[in-house]
């Protein structure tokens, strides 16, 4: 394998330009087939040493080292066979029972920021398994809450000439810019194939992409046709990078665009985190002190209904002073307060055994004379 990189690394120090030290976290989506983990790998030798997290559970082995492995946690045959799961379903189980450890992971990261600048995560090939579950949701946002992450997208551009599969690609990439709200880049890969400069012009020229639908003549062309003008508006602001994993090309240009993604984020993204991160902190608080205050005040209630009744005790006791004197009252004020205490229990008790006594009596003496007078 050839890799023909011009100072990548250079060319992309994520804290050349004024923005955060913090690692920039990478996150890796693609289809199945379009060299998805073949570009990891490949980024993994331009950015050395990134720190490296494998999160599909089903891959058989991965060609770079990972520091930590969704694997190594989580048994994917293990799962499919306890849960009656198929692959898709397993992995998407997988994927949640290791998201629920996940902040394990997030201290991990932390520890590593001083020794990697970027952070690698290798998602599953089913992109929709990662993209539309609870996991991957959780994930993305643990991540995009504490580092600078970037999302790419990765494309088989030799699959894209036709103009209706890659209208597909783009509206998945768009779906997937909205469903993740963060900075993104389209890599269209395998350029070695074909020069990716087609996809480009597409996106700037509509009419080019016309003429080129034209040829079409199935009823999708008319759908397709009406879509690219509605992503005219997600064209214009998308880094698009064309890459060839394989030989290694575009890299520089890729990490060029890393660095200006990570400003974004710094820029317009993170400010945004930071003030739902403050709102919740926020609102947790305000129900907290709602329910303090909900609590004193049943227990001051309390307090008060017995001052009332009974001047020993103050109305304005705390609720633990209420706990420590509970069961602590005299025991003549607890007679007073007996619902029995006009009876007098001693006269009750006798009055029932003179009777029986008297009966044992008679009847003894009865036995007495009966066998003196045989």
């Known amino acids: 394998m050839r890799w023909k990189m011009a100072a990548p690394v250079a060319a992309a120090e994520p804290g050349a330009s004024g923005a955060s030290q913090l690692p920039v976290c990478l996150l890796v989506l693609g289809m199945v087939g ?8 490949v980024t993994y030798t331009a950015c050395s040493p990134p720190y490296v997290i494998n999160l599909d559970p089903a891959v058989h082995e991965v060609p770079f080292p990972a520091n930590i492995d969704i694997r190594d946690t989580v048994k994917y045959k293990e799962v499919m066979k306890q849960y009656g799961l198929g692959p898709n379903g397993g992995i998407v189980t997988s994927l949640n029972l290791f998201a629920t450890r996940f902040d394990q992971v997030m201290k991990f990261i932390e520890k590593a920021q001083n020794t ?6 290798d998602t599953p090939g089913q992109i929709e398994v990662f993209t539309w579950s609870a996991s991957g949701t959780i994930i993305t946002e643990a991540l995009a809450s504490s580092f600078p992450t970037v999302v790419i997208y990765v494309i ?8 209706v599969t890659f209208m597909s690609n783009m509206l998945y990439a768009c779906s997937i810019l909205y469903k993740t709200k963060l900075p993104f880049i389209v890599v269209m890969n395998k350029t070695d194939i074909i020069d990716h400069s087609f996809a480009v012009e597409w996106m700037q020229d509509f009419e080019a992409f016309q003429d080129a639908l034209n040829q079409e003549t199935t009823y999708v062309s008319n759908l397709t046709r009406s879509m690219s003008l509605v992503l005219d508006e997600f ?7 064309g890459v060839s994993a394989v030989v290694g090309t575009g890299f520089d240009e890729l990490f060029v665009q890393v660095t200006s993604a990570a400003e974004e984020y710094e820029r317009e993204y993170r400010p945004e985190y930071e003030r739902l991160k403050k709102s919740l902190a ?3 608080s305000e129900q907290q002190k709602e329910q303090r205050d909900r609590l004193r ?8 209904d017995t001052g009332t009744a009974k001047e020993s005790v103050s109305p304005a006791l705390d609720p633990s002073d209420l706990i420590l004197t509970r069961g602590t009252l005299d025991e003549e004020d607890e007679e007073a307060d007996s619902d029995t205490d006009d009876i007098d229990h001693r006269v009750t008790e006798e009055s029932h055994e003179e009777p029986a006594f008297q009966n044992f009596m008679q009847e003894s003496m009865a036995q007495y004379w009966k066998r003196n007078n045989k």
């Open 282 to 284: 926020s609102a947790q």
């Open 297 to 304: 005040k049943d227990m001051g209630s309390v307090a008060l």
């Open 116 to 121: 990697s600048k970027y952070v690698l995560i």
């Open 235 to 241: 064209y214009s602001s998308l880094r698009v990078v």
């Open 34 to 41: 379009s060299g998805k983990t073949t570009f990891v790998q």
């Open 156 to 163: 088989d551009t030799s699959r894209s000439t036709n103009p």
